[in-house]
């Protein structure tokens, strides 16, 4: 079968729409149906359902992914031992993270050692990242931890800590130290619900019996920061975003009762036969992050 079928096939599993599907593989939708239907056609079976605007995945769709996403893993397998026979002179590394900031520095010196590997970089949550992982489409990412999944392995990293951050212009640009509770009465702007560092924020709140209500909820922390700084608001960052922003119309005040740190891992698939690429950019990652700490 045609490996370029399957591409297609898992393109519209994933976009679950045609048009979206081809303009992401750049080809045309009426060619991107065409081999759908020609893959169906081999297969003598419907694969998608199409109800009015929506596609929906059969259950012999759902049968021909499942073994798809093992054909293409099996392929990155043979690329990777093919790899390690050249000795890390080409290759590529899809990394999921929730904040790129976390591998800025690393990106930089790795590129220096080993100029032949690119390294693609995912902003997604622990849950996508994970997703990511087991569905073969990202490498290895970057994550709160511990992890619960039997088929993923950790190790840590650094331990990471939340501060709140104002202007220099904020009432509170002086204050020593807040509480989560004197959050409600200003604007606030937080990570949306699906990142686990909203999650850790919430948890909290609730356990002290309120709820924050942000203004606007946002994606990544550059935008929270930038969102802060032009309307005089606040929000929530932490420590190692903090540590690489330089701007002297900022005030990181410490949260009296969220004063807990949680550490940030590296997660990979447990039965993956690590190509040295993974393996020495996991080692750099380390000794990076034990240097900074």
């Known amino acids: 079968m045609d490996i370029r079928l399957l591409e297609y096939f898992i393109a519209v599993c994933e976009e679950l729409h045609f048009t979206k599907a081809a ?7 009426p060619t991107m149906s065409q081999q759908i239907r020609l893959l169906e056609d081999r297969m003598g079976i419907s694969l998608f359902q199409r109800i009015g605007k929506k596609v929906y995945i059969t259950e012999a769709g759902h049968i021909l992914l499942n073994h798809t996403r093992r054909i293409f893993y099996e392929l990155k397998q043979v690329d990777n031992e093919i790899n390690e026979l050249r000795g890390l002179q080409r290759g590529k590394l899809t990394i999921g993270c929730s904040g790129n900031h976390l591998l800025l520095p690393s990106i930089v010196t790795f590129h220096e050692k080993y100029p032949q590997i690119e390294l693609s970089i995912m902003n997604a949550s622990t849950e996508e990242t994970k997703e990511g992982i087991l569905n073969n489409q990202v490498d290895i990412g970057i994550i709160f931890l511990p992890i619960d ?3 993923l392995e950790s ?3 650094f331990r990471e800590k939340l501060f709140l951050v104002v202007s220099d212009e904020h009432e509170w640009a002086d204050t020593s130290y807040i509480k989560l509770e004197d959050l409600q009465s200003k604007p606030i702007f937080l990570l949306q619900k699906k990142y686990l560092i909203r999650q850790f924020i919430d ?8 709820k924050l209500k942000p203004v606007v909820e946002l994606s990544d922390s550059e935008s929270l920061f930038r969102m802060t700084l032009l309307n005089k608001g606040a929000t929530i960052l932490p420590k190692s975003y903090l540590d690489n922003v ?7 005040i410490p949260i009296a009762d969220l004063d807990i740190q949680k550490e ?8 993956t036969n690590h190509d040295s690429t993974i393996g020495v950019f996991i080692d750099h990652l380390i000794k990076n992050y034990k240097v900074k700490s």
């Open 23 to 29: 303009e992401r593989l750049g080809i045309s939708q």
């Open 149 to 151: 999944d039997h088929q």
């Open 155 to 157: 190790k840590p990293l």
């Open 203 to 210: 948890q909290h709140c609730q356990e002290a019996g309120f």
């Open 246 to 252: 330089s701007n002297p119309n900022i005030r990181i």
């Open 264 to 271: 940030i891992g590296v997660i990979y698939r447990k039965e």
